[in-house]
């Protein structure tokens, strides 16, 4: 399960540094374990709440729910591999990676979006469906079953007896940059207030001299280069295969429904709401229960807000 | 500046507008006065282009409205401050103003027009960081035309400006119509509100289920026995 690599960095898997051995019937106790896990909880928020802003944007601004979000990511991590393994470095390898899912966001947008703007949602819904059960087939078909890897490891940061892969810490870092940034450009420039203004009013949008289909396609573009950036950090933490987004997939809707589907701050302080729910649950109990811990959370919380934590769109 | 002939529109099947012919000249307030559902903000929308005409011709300055593509009839020197103020509740004041001019060629006249927007109505100035929905009736009206203006435009277009406002809020908002008309903008109303629009306006036209009945001078409307019966209620 995805929150199984994510929670078992290789360095630990029970046993400390010291060699101290970890309570293996894992009650829950306030000792550096438990603050190890909300520590990884929260750099794993980091990841998810990237995630998640991509979909509330496109959701917030266009209406529609990019269901194959995180098989846009596969593609992504697929792109990365590639480049690396063909020479590109790294840093080369991710900004293809950006590029190529931001235009396939824009493709996915003009050739499967635009002729169902105005359909029900329950047929947005099955084409973009449609379009994750693609994307796996052709994946499987082109790349094969195997798992790959692009073999970077960046190793461990160890103290108090405590150990954080870099490339979670990595992860959480450039993810929270990324969301600065996207904040800072939805607040600051006309382009970034036109999708703000677009997701309250669609209809006099032309009385402000702004074109609607730009304006779709850049909120596309930026939503598929959101998912690119996930890529480039989660190739560096998991093995890629096609249905790798399957793991994680239920787990950002989860996290937009729960912070009110199309309202970016809200899917924010969700994602690190559930992060902590596996993160710490996984260690009180076993990983599969914090995961099972954390969407019991979810339900309770849609049965009694059904429009989820902090209400819709923002 | 404005000029339509024999206009068509229409929802569907439904035809709203019938042979319309209308001119605006450069300075002038121009009215356009009628019933609940008589075709008014029918016909601002289709000069604006969020409705497309069926028929006839329409141009702004020489420029064919009906050839150019609806988010660059602003770029004509048209603004249109819509029913029911439409203002983007989630945005502060100031972002509004600033969607106002999201044009390029508003973009480079931002910090300009917003002096001169914010010495017109000092309220919207004191209220800038507040969300626009939550403003006061009488402030969204000042923030709707502001958010206009700031496309730099030679003609503005105003539906109902006094929709939904208190008496005394009426009055102000009628003075407001009147100060933009003062700065320079040519103005075409749409009112309800008969007997205040044709004291601001020039000109007038009566548009009775989406055909022009009457036209003439403001003065001559007011007087006219017919109007003063059907829509001033004496
Ligand atoms: N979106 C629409 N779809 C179908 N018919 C419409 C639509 N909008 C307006 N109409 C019809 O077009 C006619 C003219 O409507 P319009 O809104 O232009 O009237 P109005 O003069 O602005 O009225 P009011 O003073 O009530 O605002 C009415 O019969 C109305 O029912
Ligand atoms: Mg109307």
Not at chain 1, 109 to 136: C, E, K, M, W, Y
Not at chain 1, 170 to 194: E, N, P
Not at chain 1, 210 to 226: E, F, H, K, N, P
Request: with cysteine; proline share 3%.
């Amino acid at each position: 399960m995805f929150t199984d690599l994510i929670l078992r960095s290789p360095p630990q898997a029970g046993v400390s540094k010291d060699g101290r051995e970890r309570n293996a019937s894992m009650d829950c106790q306030l000792d550096i374990f438990f603050l190890e896990a909300v520590l990884n909880g929260l750099l794993l928020a980091g990841l998810l709440a990237l995630l998640a802003l991509g979909l509330n944007l496109i959701f917030g601004v266009i209406d529609v729910v990019w269901i194959c979000y995180a098989e846009l990511v596969m593609v992504g991590m697929y792109g990365i591999y590639y480049a690396h393994k063909g020479g590109a470095p790294f840093i080369l390898a991710a900004v293809i990676g950006i590029v190529l899912v931001a235009a396939a966001g824009i493709v996915l947008h003009q050739l499967v979006i635009r002729p169902v703007l105005d359909s029900a949602p329950i047929n947005q819904l099955l084409v973009t469906g449609g379009v994750l059960f693609f994307l796996q087939a052709a994946a499987t078909m082109a790349f094969g079953i195997d798992f790959r890897n692009v073999g970077i490891r960046l190793g461990s940061f160890n103290a108090f007896d405590m150990s954080f892969s870099y490339s979670r810490i990595i992860t959480f870092g450039v993810a929270l940059a990324a969301m600065l940034l996207l904040w800072l450009f939805l607040s600051r420039s006309y382009i970034g207030i036109a999708i703000r203004a677009i997701a309250q009013d669609r209809q006099i949008m032309p009385l402000m001299g702004v074109d609607q289909r730009r304006i779709y396609m850049i909120t596309s573009a930026i939503g598929g280069g959101l998912a690119g950036l996930a890529a480039s950090l989660m190739v560096l933490q998991f093995d890629i295969y096609p249905q790798i987004g399957l793991q994680f997939g239920p787990l950002i809707f989860m996290i937009c429904v729960l912070g009110g589907l199309g309202n970016m701050l809200g899917g924010f302080i969700a994602a690190f709401i559930i992060s902590e729910f596996i993160a710490v649950g996984g260690s009180c109990f076993a990983t599969e229960w914090g995961y099972a811990i954390a969407f019991l959370f979810f339900m309770v919380v849609i049965f009694i807000r059904p429009q989820g934590l902090f209400g819709g769109k923002s | 500046m404005l000029e339509l002939s024999n206009i068509d529109a229409g929802y569907g099947g439904f035809q709203a507008l019938f042979g319309v012919s209308m001119t605006v000249k450069a300075g002038e307030a121009v009215a356009v006065i009628g019933a609940n559902g008589a075709g008014k903000t029918t016909l601002l929308r289709v000069i604006s282009g969020l409705l497309p005409a069926t028929a006839g011709t329409m141009t702004m300055e020489g420029v064919s409205l009906r050839a150019t593509p609806p988010h660059k009839i602003i770029s004509t020197g048209i603004a249109h401050v819509p029913e029911g103020r439409r203002l983007f509740p989630r945005l502060s004041v100031e972002n509004n103003l600033k969607i106002g001019a999201f044009i390029p060629a508003a973009r480079q006249k931002f910090a300009e027009r917003l002096a001169f927007v914010y010495e017109l109505f000092p309220r919207l100035k004191e209220r800038r960081a507040q969300l626009a929905g939550t403003l006061s009736g009488g402030e969204q009206q000042m923030c709707a035309i502001a958010r206009a203006l700031m496309s730099g435009p030679k003609l503005v277009l105003l539906d109902e400006p006094s929709m939904g406002l208190a008496p005394v809020i009426v009055a102000q908002v009628f003075d407001l119509v009147r100060r933009i008309r003062g700065e320079g903008y040519t103005v075409l109303i749409v009112e309800q509100n008969v007997r205040q629009v044709l004291r601001i306006a020039d000109r007038a036209y009566l548009l009775e289920v989406g055909r022009l009945k009457a036209s003439g001078s403001a003065a001559e409307l007011a007087a006219s026995d017919e109007i003063r019966k059907a829509y001033m209620g004496i």
